[in-house]
């Protein structure tokens, strides 16, 4: 029966654009909201809108000697993560990916056993054990903590790139007398870097907005920008403070979306930048 003489097609098109709409709705709402606040001097109940806008909140927000030592605590943290998870997890996705070798499957979804199970409690367990050894409030702590957490990403996203790649090419260079270092830097990576460098965003952006582990393993000592922001709402400081660090939090995400999204559409991720 055709669908759209009897009536269901047009019907199905008209409620899933209303889901559509109502998720975007629960979405975007509380954005729009936490926006605005980042902006507004006076909003008061029963008021709809802001009584008055302003900048006032945002000079208050960057003159606090605690933000900026929270937002580059947080860079230093971040960086260090995603250089030692590369640095970890990369020889390892390769390893995945092109070897054969005893309790392979079943060390490479172990890589999932973090994500399988509630994350507190997983960092909960863990915190025993750094309290034990003296990484409780430390900067190393809060590392150790964070890598665990981009453990996914960076192996099963990079073993997929490197499980693309087009072995015709890395065949035809070996025939040619290409050593296989050779191989590895000229055929391999060129096609697989598009991929592990969406990876290495991803673990950037996610270790940056993570807060579970900051908070449970860093506090008091260590606080980055998220865990400062949650602080600013908790103990019921100005609320524009907290929307000021919620917008300056969006930043970094947005341009990684933008760079993901200029990746994705170029599909690299199929073709890589050297095929």
Known sequence: ???????????????????????????????????TWAFTEIWRYPSVI???????????TLARPD?????FLSLRLTTTVTILSAVICLPAAYAFARMRFPGRNILFLSFLASHAFPKFG????????????GLISTFWGVVLIQLVGTLMLMIWIPVAAFQNVDRRMEEAARDAGATPLRVFWSITLPQAAPTISAALLLTYVGTFYETEGAWLIGAPEICTMPVLMISFINNQIVVQYGAVLSVMLWVPSFIALMFARRVIGTGAFARGFGA
């Open 67 to 71: 933000v900026w030592d929270a937002l």
């Open 1 to 35: 029966m055709n669908a759209g003489r009897s009536g269901f097609g047009p019907r199905f098109d008209w409620i899933g654009l209303l889901f559509a709409c109502l998720l975007t709705l629960f979405i975007a709402l509380p954005l729009i909201v936490v926006g």
């Open 122 to 133: 997983l960092l909960v367990a863990i915190a025993g054990i750094f309290l034990q050894l």
């Open 50 to 60: 802001p009584q008055q806008f302003g900048l006032r909140f945002w000079g208050q």
